[in-house]
Structures are given as structure tokens and as C-alpha cells.
């Protein structure tokens, strides 16, 4: 098999995607770069069935330009002596809720874009806790768990789904159907438990984001949220999972091996707690503290989970008052 990527996000140039086919029950067979073929390539044994997987992906196409489903149960190809060539678009459809970039994981919150998720255009939203498993007719199941609903959408012919992925058994694998009265969508994903996504809205303890109008002062605390990876995990007397879909007490905390360190402009920047957020479904928070002396300007700040889990780099305003 070569797949040739036609790639006009420059997603390839991320380290979260990786290129390859789920085979039989599950083994993951990456794709090497072959620099002759510009393309990746990758050996599939005859005969056992294998999903196409970018970690991301909504297009894909034969060696003759015709278009393959997404919603294709298996990617009709095996491989024998010749090589079978696949054209792939890559765009993301299942992807962090906070970075928007892929790579999900159980407990997290992820957005999955599409169309066809409801017949009537508008934003759908959860009414309350615990987080319904359905929204005007759209359900979302992860490797066949119902998933929370956060929200549904429809808007210029574009759709989104925001929702919680349940903790489930470990898998390669994640397998995404969604469902709109009876039309299902099928979605292949890895799982990445070692990946998270940080918000771009920080706040001021009072709750209050953090804006250009209202900046942050030297000295002040503020307050960052994340979603996704191992930081996601949090546990309720430290024995079990927070229930999926129902907000976070207060005394829940985070696991005592994620250690956040944070720069801000690349200063290390006191972080004095961890946990998630209090009446929030998969959501976590940081306390730091902005360093003293900060001049005025916009800055970027760094998040790093365990010593070597990062999370994307977000902008936060500081004026000196």
C-alpha cells in the first residue's frame, strides 16, 4: 500500500500524526516515509481487514481519483505483489476540545466536526447534569459507550459535536459512531493518552477571563484549563473514575504524578494547585502565579504535565497597572 498525502493544513508537520492501518483486531502498522515515492508505505498482510488511520482523517481516494467513504465499515484494500495507491486529504474530524488538534483519550473532551449530525441548523446544548448520551436525536457511542453530550451543531452547512469520551477498556482503537435519528457516521481515531490541550481562556481568580481589556498584573494569580491525556484521569477518593457526565466535586483532586510546570514568556512561573475543575465535566485547572516584574505585553504560556507531557501554547495579556 502508498498513500500519497495531499495535506493543506500542514498537519504533517505536527509529531501527534502518524501515518499507518489498523489491522485484524487492533495491531497498528505505521507508515514509513519513502522519499523516491514522496509517499508513506506500509506492508498489509493479504486478506485481514485494516482501517486506514491518520489519527485524523476525513478524505480519502483510490489510485483513480474516486472518493472512498469515511462511513466504509473497512477500507476495501489488501495488499499482494502490486501496490495499491490511496490519495489522502488530510483534515481533522475528531480533535481535542481545548487545542483543536487531534489526538484524544478516555475522560477527555473532544469536538467532532462533520455534517449531518442534526436535520435542523442551530446549537443544541445540554440542559443540565448529568450530561444526556443524546441531543435532539444525535448520539455519539466510542468503541460502542455512550458518550456525554456537551452541545450539537449545524451552523452553514457545517457540524460539530462536542462531547466527553467515556473511560472505557484501553484500545489502539478508537472507533467514533455518530448518530442522528438512525444515519450513522463511523470515525477511526488512535487513542492518545500521553497528549492534552489547553484552553486559550485563562481567568482571574474571580472567574473573569483574561483579555486584552482585562489583563493579567505582574504578581497576579490566574487560573489555566486543560483537557485531555493522563492529566484527564482525575479520581474520586482515589479509587475510582469520576463518574462520566457528572461534574466534578470540589474534593476531587488531581494525580499527584502530574507535577505542572508552567512558563509564561518563558519564565518559570509558580503553579500552586492542580485539580479539576469544580463543576466541570473533564476539564482540569492550574493556579499560577504570574511572575513579579513582568513587563507589559502579550505572552506565551507553556504547560508541561509529569516533566514531558505538553500541552499547546496559548497567549496571555499582562499590563503592568
Same mark, same amino acid.
Given at each position: 500500500?502508498?498513500?500519497?498525502?495531499?495535506?493543506?493544513?500542514?498537519?504533517?508537520?505536527?509529531?501527534?500524526?502518524?501515518?499507518?492501518?489498523?489491522?485484524?483486531?487492533?495491531?497498528?502498522?505505521?507508515?514509513?516515509?519513502?522519499?523516491?515515492?514522496?509517499?508513506?508505505?506500509?506492508?498489509?498482510?493479504?486478506?485481514?481487514?485494516?482501517?486506514?488511520?491518520?489519527?485524523?482523517?476525513? $478524505?480519502?481516494?483510490?489510485? !483513480?481519483?474516486?472518493? @472512498?467513504?469515511?462511513?466504509? #465499515?473497512? /477500507?476495501?484494500?489488501?495488499?499482494? %505483489? &502490486?501496490?495499491?495507491?490511496?490519495?489522502?486529504?488530510?483534515?481533522?474530524?475528531?480533535?481535542?476540545?481545548?487545542?483543536?488538534?487531534?489526538?484524544?483519550?478516555?475522560?477527555?473532551?473532544?469536538?467532532?466536526?462533520?455534517?449531518?449530525?442534526?436535520?435542523?441548523?442551530?446549537?443544541?446544548?445540554?440542559?443540565?447534569?448529568?450530561?444526556?448520551?443524546?441531543?435532539?436525536?444525535?448520539?455519539?457511542?466510542?468503541?460502542?459507550?455512550?458518550?456525554?453530550?456537551?452541545?450539537?451543531?449545524?451552523?452553514?452547512?457545517?457540524?460539530?459535536?462536542?462531547?466527553?469520551?467515556?473511560?472505557?477498556?484501553?484500545?489502539?482503537?478508537?472507533?467514533?459512531?455518530?448518530?442522528?435519528?438512525?444515519?450513522?457516521?463511523?470515525?477511526? $481515531?488512535?487513542?492518545?493518552? !500521553?497528549?492534552?490541550? @489547553?484552553?486559550?481562556?485563562? #481567568?482571574? /481568580?474571580?472567574?473573569?477571563?483574561? %483579555? &486584552?481589556?482585562?489583563?493579567?498584573?505582574?504578581?497576579?494569580?490566574?487560573?489555566?484549563?486543560?483537557?485531555?491525556?493522563?492529566?484527564?484521569?482525575?479520581?474520586?477518593?482515589?479509587?475510582?473514575?469520576?463518574?462520566?457526565?457528572?461534574?466534578?466535586?470540589?474534593?476531587?483532586?488531581?494525580?499527584?504524578?502530574?507535577?505542572?510546570?508552567?512558563?509564561?514568556?518563558?519564565?518559570?512561573?509558580?503553579?500552586?494547585?492542580?485539580?479539576?475543575?469544580?463543576?466541570?465535566?473533564?476539564?482540569?485547572?492550574?493556579?499560577?502565579?504570574?511572575?513579579?516584574?513582568?513587563?507589559?505585553?502579550?505572552?506565551?504560556?507553556?504547560?508541561?504535565?509529569?516533566?514531558?507531557?505538553?500541552?499547546?501554547?496559548?497567549?496571555?495579556?499582562?499590563?503592568?497597572?
Amino acid at each position: 500500500m502508498v498513500i500519497t498525502v495531499k495535506d493543506p493544513l500542514n498537519a504533517l508537520l505536527k509529531s501527534f500524526l502518524l501515518c499507518g492501518a489498523v489491522v485484524g483486531t487492533g495491531g497498528y502498522y505505521g507508515a514509513a516515509y519513502d522519499p523516491i515515492r514522496h509517499a508513506y508505505t506500509t506492508l498489509i498482510p493479504r486478506g485481514i481487514p485494516a482501517h486506514l488511520n491518520f489519527d485524523t482523517l476525513l $478524505v480519502v481516494q483510490d489510485g !483513480d481519483g474516486n472518493s @472512498v467513504p469515511i462511513d466504509t #465499515a473497512v /477500507l476495501p484494500f489488501t495488499m499482494a %505483489t &502490486e501496490e495499491v495507491p490511496l490519495s489522502v486529504s488530510v483534515v481533522p474530524a475528531v480533535v481535542n476540545a481545548a487545542s483543536y488538534l487531534p489526538g484524544i483519550s478516555q475522560g477527555m473532551i473532544a469536538s467532532l466536526f462533520g455534517r449531518g449530525f442534526t436535520d435542523t441548523p442551530g446549537i443544541y446544548l445540554a440542559s443540565g447534569f448529568p450530561l444526556p448520551t443524546q441531543i435532539s436525536g444525535t448520539s455519539v457511542k466510542v468503541n460502542d459507550v455512550p458518550a456525554p453530550l456537551l452541545a450539537v451543531a449545524e451552523q452553514d452547512g457545517q457540524g460539530q459535536i462536542n462531547f466527553q469520551v467515556p473511560h472505557l477498556p484501553y484500545a489502539q482503537e478508537l472507533v467514533i459512531v455518530a448518530d442522528h435519528n438512525g444515519k450513522e457516521q463511523t470515525f477511526y $481515531v488512535r487513542n492518545f493518552p !500521553d497528549q492534552f490541550g @489547553v484552553f486559550g481562556s485563562l #481567568a482571574h /481568580l474571580s472567574g473573569d477571563p483574561v %483579555t &486584552e481589556a482585562s489583563p493579567a498584573d505582574p504578581g497576579e494569580q490566574v487560573v489555566m484549563y486543560w483537557t485531555g491525556g493522563y492529566p484527564s484521569n482525575f479520581w474520586q477518593s482515589g479509587t475510582a473514575f469520576l463518574t462520566d457526565g457528572v461534574p466534578t466535586p470540589a474534593s476531587a483532586v488531581c494525580a499527584n504524578y502530574l507535577s505542572p510546570q508552567v512558563k509564561i514568556g518563558g519564565i518559570v512561573a509558580d503553579a500552586t494547585s492542580c485539580s479539576p475543575a469544580p463543576g466541570t465535566v473533564g476539564i482540569g485547572q492550574v493556579v499560577v502565579t504570574v511572575p513579579s516584574g513582568l513587563p507589559s505585553g502579550d505572552y506565551d504560556v507553556e504547560l508541561i504535565m509529569g516533566g514531558n507531557l505538553k500541552g499547546n501554547i496559548v497567549r496571555m495579556a499582562v499590563r503592568v497597572p
